[in-house]
Nanobody
């Protein structure tokens, strides 16, 4: 069964840190571009960070310097280390996968997504 399962969400004060994890199964994990997107209530989806199959990373401007995406192909697991969290980072965070590498366009990344999870909720209090 193809699936992605996120964990690690929770409630944190502004300035704090959280680490999200995403376990993948049922597909050739190491060959896929993996990433995170988020969606806050009443807002559009926003790409957060991606890591290609070769380990190259890309980030949304809003999280650069604060978030770090990484992957452990031996465990089929994706991570998102979130530091210096701000109230505007509060959202449901989703893990996603596609068979093509990022290419620089969040529009096409969203359009080409093949697998995504149910999400994990992050709340940030000021």
């Amino acid at each position: 069964q193809v699936q992605l399962v996120e964990s690690g969400g929770g409630s944190v004060q502004a300035g704090g840190s959280l680490r999200l994890s995403c376990a993948g199964s049922g597909f050739t994990y190491r060959s896929y571009c993996m990433g995170w997107f988020r969606q806050a209530p009443g807002k559009a989806r926003e790409g957060v960070a991606v890591i290609d199959s070769d380990g190259s990373t890309s980030y949304a401007d809003s999280v650069k310097g604060r978030f770090i995406v990484s992957r452990d192909n031996s465990k089929n697991t994706l991570y998102l280390q979130m530091n210096s969290l701000k109230p505007e980072d509060a959202a449901r965070y989703y893990c996603a996968a596609e068979s093509r590498n990022f290419g620089g366009s969040w529009y096409f990344w969203f359009r080409n997504l093949e697998i995504w999870g149910q999400g994990t909720l992050v709340t940030v209090s000021s």
